[in-house]
Each structure stands twice: as structure tokens, then as C-alpha cells.
């Protein structure tokens, strides 16, 4: 990847997670929605992290690179998440470093913040379950229920293990397998005709991983990598504007 150029992204968004009504387990899934509408810049998540409740959150966040964003409750039964969350929003908003928000919680509260960040003519997009108030997903330009999410992630993990082949090199070394993280990049790039350019599936790929080279893969590109994944993966390419550009689809 490192003898590929890259396009830049041209959106850039903020994802804030109210931790108290939201699932760890989805996060890498929430990066992969949220990543379909720009580059994820603003990653935090909010929560009273003195509470066992947030333990849950604490190694799958470090991985991701979110920030920890510490809010006390200063009253048993309020949530001052809701605060914290939505002033930070409005300054995230006011300084003008994104140009869309994923806001992630079944919460009515954040209604009106949804409301006011559309009304500045900004994307803004919400993750939640199937109970979340219809005042809240209405006031989102798109709203994901995280039941979809769960239902992907499992159909991927069932594809993964029926397709996975433990394998060794020549040297006899254990081969990694780049598939979970080139499935999660597509899902993030692919277009409603399922084809999905291969410059900007290698911009998701660092979103979300920025260590990923495919030299880890014994490719010194990534369209070499897909090249040499024929059972997953097949290319084509198409002369836009005088330059040639790779797409790619996953095979059923």
C-alpha cells in the first residue's frame, strides 16, 4: 500500500457514543456505518467510568482509538451523559472540524441535539435499537438499528468460518488472514451497485487500521492482495476523467 496513492476523503465525521445505551461488541460495526459517509476524525465515548457498567467498553476502545470522556452522576437515577455529550457536540459543531455526526444511543434526549446539528445543514446520522423513540430517528438524516448490525456480524462470522482455511507457508509459519479487515473496508466503501473503488477502500482500511500493510500479506500492494484473493474477490477497471480506476466485489 505504500506504492499506492491514496485519495483523501472528503467528509469528515465525528462518532460520539453514549456508552450507558450502547454495545461494545458493535463498535468495530458503528466505525464501519459511520465510515460509509467519511473519514471517523472524532472518536469518543461517554459514560461514568468509575462504574462496572463501562467495563465492557475499556479494551475495545483502546483499540479503536476512542477517547474516554469521564462524566459523574451527581444524582442516582439521572444520566448526566446526556449533558456532556450533547455540550461537546455543540463545540465539536461551532468549530467547524467535521462536516457530519454519528450520534450512538437509543436515547429520546438527543432529539433536539440531532434537530439543531441538521438544522446548520449538517449530516447527521444516529445508531441505536429498534426502541429508540421515532422523534429521535426521525430527526436524523439516517438512522442504523444496531439489530441489523447484530445480524450482520453474525452472517460475516458464519461466512468467515465456513470460508476460513488455516494454511502455512513455505517456511511453515502460520499465514494471517486479511479477510475481516478487507470485509469490514468494502462494507465501508461498496456502492449500491456492489462495486466499490479500491482507492478508497484502501483510505477505510486505514481508518481503521493505520498499521495495515499488505506486505504483512506477502503483497507489496493491495490490488496485488485482492488479485491473489480470486475465491473472495474479483476487479475491473474503468478509465474515469483519463485515469484508470480499480473497483472490486465480493463474490457471494
Not at 129 to 157: G, I, R
Not at 180 to 188: C, K
Not at 213 to 231: A, C, F, H, V, W
Request: glycine fraction near 8%; charged fraction near 25%.
Amino acid at each position: 500500500m505504500a506504492t499506492e496513492n491514496l485519495t483523501p476523503l472528503r467528509n469528515k465525521i465525528a462518532i460520539l457514543i453514549d456508552g450507558d445505551n450502547a454495545q461494545s461488541s458493535l463498535l468495530p460495526q458503528m466505525i464501519v456505518e459511520a465510515g460509509r459517509h467519511g473519514q471517523v476524525t472524532v472518536r469518543r465515548i461517554y459514560g461514568d467510568w468509575t462504574t462496572n457498567s463501562m467495563n465492557s467498553w475499556k479494551d475495545t476502545l483502546n483499540f479503536h482509538a476512542f477517547q474516554p470522556i469521564q462524566q459523574f452522576r451527581y444524582t442516582i437515577g439521572k444520566n448526566a451523559t446526556d449533558s456532556a455529550m450533547i455540550i461537546d457536540a455543540m463545540d465539536i459543531l461551532h468549530l467547524g472540524v467535521v462536516d457530519g455526526f454519528c450520534l450512538v444511543s437509543s436515547d429520546s434526549d438527543y432529539t433536539r441535539l440531532a434537530t439543531r446539528i441538521r438544522e446548520t445543514g449538517i449530516f447527521v446520522m444516529g445508531i441505536g435499537e429498534k426502541k429508540t423513540p421515532k422523534a429521535f430517528v426521525n430527526a436524523c438524516d439516517l438512522f442504523v438499528y444496531t439489530e441489523n448490525l447484530v445480524a450482520e456480524k453474525k452472517a460475516a462470522q458464519q461466512k468467515q468460518s465456513h470460508t476460513k482455511k488455516t494454511g502455512k507457508s513455505k517456511e511453515g509459519k502460520e499465514e494471517l488472514d486479511p479477510m475481516p479487515i478487507l470485509t469490514q473496508a468494502f462494507e465501508m466503501t461498496v456502492g449500491q451497485d456492489g462495486w466499490a473503488r479500491l482507492d478508497t477502500m484502501g483510505n477505510n482500511l486505514y481508518q481503521l487500521d493505520p498499521g495495515f500493510d499488505p506486505r504483512t500479506y506477502g503483497q507489496r500492494q493491495l490490488s496485488r492482495l485482492i488479485k491473489n484473493l480470486k475465491d473472495q474477490f474479483e476487479m475491473r477497471s474503468q478509465d474515469i476523467a483519463g485515469a484508470t480506476i480499480i473497483f472490486v466485489r465480493m463474490k457471494e
